[in-house]
T-cell receptor, first 114, second 111 residues
């Protein structure tokens, strides 16, 4: 238990569906992250929020839409996804943004797009 | 673009054996971290190395940061089935906020 929870743990959706992934951290951290993990590929950083403000968006397609309503919660809204978007989506948090801060990861949401 | 290459990609060994996995780059990093990810879980930080040439030990695990801060190794002594998992290295770009991850080494230790 790292203090970061993600729901749902597994999600299967069609290409025309709209769904949302939820992340909650109970650590009092100020920075939160979304990563995509595909088999045999490095973790890809998608979005970074610091104090509820999006500070990084790494050329992610617009079919992925993040939302950070407060410093404890982070959402990833999904719509009209493609099969190649199937992956493990990991949420992480750290005390502050910056490489010297340890990132605490949630267990991930395993997403399958049919 | 900074890249971290990890080798080997996959390693299957018997309990009690020793092993070393590597993390290499042509870029210099401010620090380098090693994570272990078990099936169905997110990565968990094992260690952070900061100084070139630094060696850190965590029980049977020994981590070394290269003198030039471009590479790192993880050595496991007398591997146990509980060491099974995906080992990820992550480098922090010098002067920035970004952390770059490698693709990982998947280790399987057979009893």
């Amino acid at each position: 238990e790292t203090g970061v929870t993600q729901t749902p743990r597994h999600l299967v959706m069609g290409m025309t569906n709209k769904k949302s992934l939820k992340c909650e951290q109970h650590l009092g951290h100020n920075a939160m992250y979304w990563y995509k993990q595909s088999a045999k590929k490095p973790l890809e950083l998608m979005f970074v929020y610091s104090l509820e403000e999006r500070v990084e968006n790494n050329s992610v397609p617009s079919r992925f839409s993040p939302e950070c309503p407060n410093s404890s919660h982070l959402f990833l809204h999904l719509h009209t996804l493609q099969p190649e978007d199937s992956a493990l989506y990991l949420c992480a948090s750290s005390q502050d943004r910056g490489y010297w801060n340890e990132q605490f990861f949630g267990p991930g949401t395993r997403l399958t797009v049919l | 673009t900074q890249l971290l290459e990890q080798s080997p990609q996959f390693l299957s060994i018997q309990e009690g054996e020793n092993l070393t996995v590597y993390c290499n780059s042509s870029s210099v990093f401010s620090s380098l971290q090693w994570y272990r990810q078990e099936p169905g879980e997110g990565p968990v930080l094992l260690v952070t190395v900061v100084t070139g040439g630094e060696v850190k030990k965590l029980k049977r695990l020994t981590f070394q940061f290269g003198d030039a801060r471009k590479d790192s190794s993880l050595h496991i002594t007398a591997a146990q089935p509980g060491d099974t998992g995906l080992y990820l290295c992550a480098g922090a770009e010098a002067g920035g906020f970004k952390t770059i991850f490698g693709a990982g080494t998947r280790l399987f230790v057979k009893a």
